[in-house]
């Protein structure tokens, strides 16, 4: 078996989503069976997969830039440079399925183009994230509240629209991570046969057998995600103030990498909320790293306003922890047990729940039992034997 994938979508790699943490996961499976997989990315990407346990035939698509800054015009024109320069890569024969790992502009075109010159191979494009409305923004998606469109929220949702569109030409199959985002697609004019749910998973094996070390610091509380809007940064700061407010002392660590303006703006809102001294900005973590901080912890807070799956809080669970969310609709579908959940923007109820784990042994320890047993349902192995069959078409 022969698969194309595109990897084009990394500016800053000093940070990962869940989606690229999902096809590493998967990539190493695969080529564990003997699939052979020929991937065009930038040189950048290459180190972030190979970090991943991920080696294959890479094919290096030159570009001139080598800022990893977020901001706008340099996202704007490395993302322009990949998409106006793919038709001019080299693209494999031969290969049995093409792969696109998401279906943004600069993995979908060349993902089409490789796929015309392979015209029998089976196309497979992911969708793990449905664009928000821009005028609701991520924040606001299972709100009411409503905002002034950003320049990047507008081109995310019209992009995503004309990706929908060419996925549905080219006949591809389209994965998403839970029912919700199926329906999402469909009412954007998928066929509801061609769109399938799969899931995020987690190795439970490799979390059972890292040990937090005699020097990893331990907290009351921790997060783990990208420093986003969908994942409530604001809600996280104050609730921390108040279960500050209740339980002096208690720290809070914050395991994510992002831009150098969002890091700033978090270490400006925790400042001023008074908790310097109670939140550790911990930066980009993974591998035994990030489990080990994780398994020293007692509390996982998860206060994101968006979500497709919530791949952190499997790992979370896998860890040991108890975790407390937002209750948003895919999270009901996903996690019926394993997660305390709370009405969302209900800063004051999340953090009694948080305390309430804290100061209550017995409710902690139960909370953990139920964690663990939904994340095993979130096998890596089976997940890509199955995903393998929507590449194979079986």
């Known amino acids: 078996m022969r698969i194309f994938v595109p990897a084009m979508g990394r500016v800053n790699t000093k940070n990962r989503d869940g989606s690229e943490v999902r096809f590493a996961e998967i990539a190493r499976r ?44 340099n996202v704007l024109a490395v993302y ?8 001019f890569a080299r693209y494999p024969k031969g290969v049995d399925a093409v792969y696109a790992p998401s279906d943004f502009l600069f993995d979908l075109l060349p993902a089409l183009l490789c796929r015309w010159r392979n015209p029998a191979a089976r196309l497979v494009v992911c969708v793990f994230l449905i664009a928000p409305n821009p005028f609701k923004g991520y924040e606001n998606v299972f709100g009411g509240k409503w905002k002034l469109p950003s320049i990047r929220g507008v081109l995310y949702y019209l992009a995503q629209w004309m990706s929908v569109w060419l996925a549905k030409r080219f006949g591809a199959a389209m994965l998403v991570l839970n029912s919700l985002d199926k329906d999402s697609l469909v009412a954007m004019g998928a066929e509801a046969g061609r769109v399938h749910v799969v899931t995020m998973g987690v190795d439970m094996a490799f979390f059972d057998g890292v040990k937090a070390a005699a020097d990893t610091p331990v907290y009351d509380g921790i997060f783990l995600g990208r420093l986003h809007p969908q994942k409530g940064l604001y809600d996280l700061v104050r609730i921390w103030r108040r279960v500050c407010d209740v339980r002096p002392g208690s720290r809070l660590g914050v395991i994510g990498g992002g831009s150098d303006w969002w890091f700033g703006k978090l270490k400006q809102e925790v400042a001023a909320a008074g908790l310097t001294g109670s939140v550790d900005l911990l930066g980009f973590r993974q591998g035994e790293d990030k489990v080990r901080l ?56 999340f953090a009694a729940e948080v305390l ?9 320890e139960r909370a953990v039992a139920e964690a663990r047993e939904r994340a095993a349902t979130f096998d890596w192995a089976a997940i890509a034997e199955r995903e393998m069959g929507f590449v194979t078409g079986r």
Do not use: N
């Open 356 to 364: 309430a784990l804290l100061d209550d042994p017995a409710r902690r």
């Open 294 to 349: 994780l398994k020293a912890a007692d509390c996982f807070l998860m206060p994101s306003h968006y979500e497709s799956f919530g791949q952190v809080a499997v790992e979370a669970m896998a860890s040991g922890l108890p975790v407390v969310a937002y209750d948003l609709p895919i999270y009901r579908e996903i996690f019926p047990t394993g997660m305390v959940k709370t009405e969302l923007e209900d800063e004051a109820t």
């Open 30 to 73: 695969w080529l564990a069976q003997g699939v052979e997989l020929k991937m065009l990315l930038p040189r950048r990407e290459i180190g972030v997969l190979e970090s991943q346990g991920v080696t294959a035939a890479w094919q290096v698509h030159w570009e001139p830039f080598t800022s990893e800054s977020d901001r706008l015009w």
């Open 80 to 87: 322009l440079w990949r998409i106006l320069t793919c038709p």
